[in-house]
């Protein structure tokens, strides 16, 4: 098991950068696979972004050339530069571990608000 607790979530208008952050409770050195969600009220939860050990990301067609996601590995942090936001990026942002390429772990969740 590992806590996650996302931050730097907030309010930005159109066209602004938000920087995600994930702080995991222990090493996630050994954790192969782990990524960002988003969830809008209403919908089902979708898959932002993933990241490996390794370094080999992939990314949401939605978000393609505009978000980054990152590892520290000796920090115990996952990010996720946002740019370029959009009104539809507007969601509820959760950090998670895979295991076996299934969600384990999730964070709390940091809103994230794209509106003028």
């Known amino acids: 098991q590992v806590q996650l607790v996302e931050s730097g979530g907030g309010l930005v208008q159109p066209g602004g950068s938000l920087r995600l952050s994930c702080a995991a409770s222990?090493?996630?050195?050994?954790?192969?696979?782990m990524g960002w969600h988003r969830q809008v009220p209403g919908r089902q939860r979708e898959s932002v972004a993933t990241?490996?050990?390794?370094?080999?990301?992939n990314y949401a067609d939605s978000v393609k050339g505009r978000f980054t996601i990152s590892r520290d590995n000796a920090k115990n942090t996952v990010y996720l530069q946002m740019n370029s936001l959009k009104p539809e990026d507007t969601a509820v942002y959760y950090c998670?571990?895979?295991?076996?390429?299934?969600?384990?772990?999730w964070g709390q969740g940091t809103q994230v608000t794209v509106s003028s």
């Open positions: 990241i490996t050990s390794s370094g080999r990301t």
């Open positions: 222990r090493s996630i050195f050994n954790i192969n696979l």
């Open positions: 998670i571990t895979y295991n076996l390429g299934l969600p384990g772990n």
